[in-house]
């Protein structure tokens, strides 16, 4: 079976990214988790561009890897200077690492332009820079940057750059997508040339997403012969990021009969998507192929009631496969047979007849066009259908809450108190509590009353609390008037489940999410 | 010049998508959008399918387009019966509209799973829709549905049906990746046959992005012949979405050399894809190819140094060619050139060497560790700067705030109230507000507060208001009390602004965005 490696360059050009700031913790945090996936080569940074990337290559030397090969990244030295004497090559090695990564101009405008040198002497920085690092180092990988663009403009310049270092001994010769221009049909042409021209020369591929074909570059690259793929989890990277290796890596193991992870590691593809975007707190991509949690959700009703009968009607993989699920989801497009398949996803089995079905559409309609939006809140869905079906959840009483929020100039945060007032089992609890934020006042008060009667509150966290304006109303009432949902995301060491409110008032939006949150814990624990 | 024509399904393929819930409202908006940037063909639903498309075939009839078609979307007659006595091709010719596109199978194992019907039953719905609807309309697309995967599975087959529906009349065969498994060689190798198997056919591709290949698959069957493209404005769609039209037309028309909607149009690109995602109420994806707003957006600090010399080093297309911007971000990879840059771009003309920089720049790098993102809020960005400049905006003087939030069971909402106490010109303003919510009726009581002194603060509208949680802190402190980011985009009749505020307690961080967006008001007003 044929073999390709995977170079990820997420802590590199993913950290280049606008929404991505990682701290060096983050970076080793993404790094071992990256190592867990098979990644065969982790690209740590730039050491020396900046204290990130400088404390990161320090701190990672604590955790040495399972299985992949820490690499350095920089440029070849500079043209002032020599290898011996240039810093960039020093600070490469002093990271200290088996693998270290150059890249080199190879499209002429770059050596004249941004570089300001001689043609020539660009070739000769790529020759003695890949020379001297191979003998210090294990492994050197060339980065050709622009190569596909260089071969546009002047190909014989951009293969004599390559060709300076392959034979000054550079491992492997990454074709570089840089400004991502490229399309498919042009990587295949400049990939051939570069067989014929280089015949015994080890490739890779580069590829940046301008164009929305970063994906389809790298696997025809490897389909022509590549033997290495150079990308990013989720996609990261500057402007519109690099080839996304979530995509990439299941696109060739399932697809093109490609070994590169393994099967078994490909099972944790969504898992690690999901820790990256989260280490990185970033809201992930819901329409994400392969991994996205819309990537195998059904709401048009043909289709829902195709994949009833046999998945591989609207589905193009198992979604196990890569670590995702199949979902249906509810919304106005939805008939009754989404409902009737979601509680049967809870447990609950629904006849089409049952007039509480009708009632739960009625609901939900209605629901959705204040805003609320259950496909996202299966806890909240749940409670709903639990509501529904007559069963009381009647575990505590709402009578009045009073949220204060107090600022003076010399004070750095409001100062903010919380007191709530409810029945529990025929007593009346009045509990007060400050907070960081109302929120967070309201929750503590809350919590306090109850925890007396129910002392299993006390394993819930709160693990996410998202805010959402919908513009809808913005556009009605304007900014801060608007109507928000809140999702709350709530958790205790058995599982995760997500409540949601929706309001003009963001208090009462959070509340009506933090007493689904309570009810969900205190149904469960009660009932399964 | 080579001519290809772009069929626009955002508003029933595209409508499938998770997070997508269009009013009937919002489809008609969007519709006129689409006309004006000058798309061909505009699927505006499947009548009766739902009551929202329904009722947009309605309304849309008191809205000519200027240049598009409007076209009604549905499926092959049922099985069961006859194209004159079927439902659902009554209810396409309802709509009125003078292109009607059906879809049929051309998968064997749809026609015998899905539909149940023996395959040759299948071609003859097709054949037999197509011609009756072919007497009734100007205009008869046949979507070839799953005809890749048809192809892969029954090659024989899925040539038959698409021939079945060629020889009853439909003038185009659209070849639909419906599950968006295929990889463009397997694209490239269908469609060569289709053109071997019916030369005299016009023929165009519908592609899903499953697999990350939506655009290169239909930039591929355009190369190779196809003469239409299906996909949506910004690849909104069921799964993984459709081939996404702000990457599929640029390429075509930059980079291919083919027209589609013409080069003065093309310039709305980025205008089109925003209202869009802003009527449907989705956060635009900032890495989107061509049309998102990291699209030209540069951070590392050698491409800042590059672009600054030819923008052609690092950017594949001019930006402007799709109404786009090249963008310079602040970061902490960031060095000096940036806030340089940045500070030109709001006209201050700062020397490298000025110590009002490097002040600056350690300010701005402790706000950033703080979850600051400056990058986001140009307007406190520039009152950061002018404050490092000495300008000391002493419009106001704030001394306290109080916010009550109170709910009693039977509310509906909380009653909110907020009092202001701010020095202005001298004299105390102690001011009340109701409001929706807490940060509405902080706004509105500060802004009572003002309004007498700067008349010119009524001009102000708050345009969105986003809440972020920053998980770095939810690691630390748990959901309810974690930091939150604040955005507030403001704008009076001649511009709009964002500004920023970040804390543990979500009021304050509103406030702090609040106060920046109405001293950044008066200090245009007074400026500019």
Redesign the interface.
Known sequence: MRHVTIYDTTLRDG?????L?L?TQDKVRIALKLDELGIHYIEGGWPG??P?DQKFFEEIKKHPFKNAKLTAFGSTHLARTTPEACPNLAGLLAAETSVITIFGKTWD??AT??LGIPLERNLELIANSVAYLNERVDEVIFDAEHFFDGYKHNPEYALQAIRAAHEAGAARLILCD????S???QVAEAVTEVKKHLPDASFGIHAH?????A???S??AV?LGASQVQGTIN???????NA?LC?VIP?LEL??GIETIGRDNLSRLVATSHYVS?TA?LRP??????V??????????I?VS?IM??S??????EPEAVGNEQRV?L???AGKSNILFKARELGYDLKKNDPTVDRLLKELKLK?SMGY?Y?VADASFELILLRALGKPLDYF?????????????EDA??F?EATVIVDVKGQQEHTAAT??????AL?RALRKGLERFYPNLADI???????R????A?RD??????F?RVL???GDKNEHWTTMGV??????A??QA?VDAINYKLFKDEHK
Chains 1, 2 share one sequence.
């Not at 950290?15 to 929404?19: D, L, Y």
């Not at 996205?292 to 009703?301: E, I, Y």
């Not at 009432?477 to 608007?482: E, K, P, V």
């Open positions: 950290a280049q990214a606008e929404e700031n701290t561009a900046n990130t405008l770059h332009t941004a840089t400004n991502g221009g399309l498919p049909s997403n301008d164009s929305e074909v994906v389809a570059n696997i025809e389909r996609g990261y990277g500057e402007r519109c990021g996304n995509s696109n697809k093109m989260e707190n991509f819901l329409r994400q192929p392969f996205g949690t819309s990537a195998f959700a059904h709401k048009g009703g289709h195709a009968k046999d591989k009607t609207y589905e193009h993989i989801l919304s106005d497009q959705e939006e496909s009483h709402f009578r009045n809450f009073f949220v204060v929020d107090a600022k003076r100039e945060e409001p903010t907070g960081m934020g109302p929120v967070n929750d966290k709160l693990h996410d609390f998202k805010v304006v919908l513009s809808g913005v009432t304007g900014g801060t008037a608007s928000v709350v995301e709530s309001s003009h008032n963001i208090i009462e959070s509340w933090v």
